[in-house]
Structure formats: structure tokens, C-alpha cells
């Protein structure tokens, strides 16, 4: 599985791909330039349950580690991620 981001000037999208195909698409949306809100997570039926929604929000913690960033992770999947692993906080947004 591959994650790939598609970051535009006002939203973005990291999608998870597996031969070539879309089987994962998280969405989000800049809120300035300081932050991003993650608003929508969505996995194929057939790989729910395998960690593709959790690989996503993780690519994203990664880029907002990298570049300064925070996340408010207003989709409820990614709000659970967060809320599992204390090791995120640094990137929440409050």
C-alpha cells in the first residue's frame, strides 16, 4: 500500500492506493497557514478494519511534523486516532 498526498492551496487529500488503485481517501482543508482540518476519512468496504484510515492520518501527522503544521482533526476516525496515541499531541491543534 502506498499513501499519497494532493495538497492544494485551500485542501488536500491523502489517498491510499494499492495497485494502482484508490482503496482509502482522507480529505482536509487549510485553515490559514498554520493548520489543517482533517474532515472526512473513507476506506473501500473490503479493506476496512486493515489500517488503511489509520496509515492516512499517520502520513499526515508526518507532514504537518515535517513542515510545522497542526491538525484539527475534525472527522471523528482521525479524532479517535489521535485520542489512542498520546505520542500525536504535539501536532494537535487546540
Excluded at 491523502?14 to 498554520?34: K, P
Excluded at 482533517?38 to 479493506?47: A, G
Amino acid at each position: 500500500m502506498e499513501i499519497i498526498q494532493e495538497n492544494g492551496t485551500t485542501e488536500g487529500v491523502f489517498l491510499a492506493t494499492e495497485d494502482g488503485r484508490v482503496i482509502g481517501e482522507m480529505t482536509y482543508v487549510w485553515s490559514g497557514n498554520e493548520y489543517f482540518i482533517i474532515n472526512h476519512t473513507e476506506v473501500s468496504d473490503e479493506y476496512k478494519g486493515q489500517g488503511v484510515g489509520k496509515k492516512m492520518v499517520e502520513k499526515a501527522i508526518e507532514f504537518a511534523r515535517e513542515n510545522n503544521y497542526t491538525i484539527y482533526p475534525q472527522c471523528s476516525f482521525a479524532q479517535d486516532v489521535f485520542d489512542r496515541n498520546p505520542a500525536y499531541n504535539d501536532v494537535i491543534k487546540n
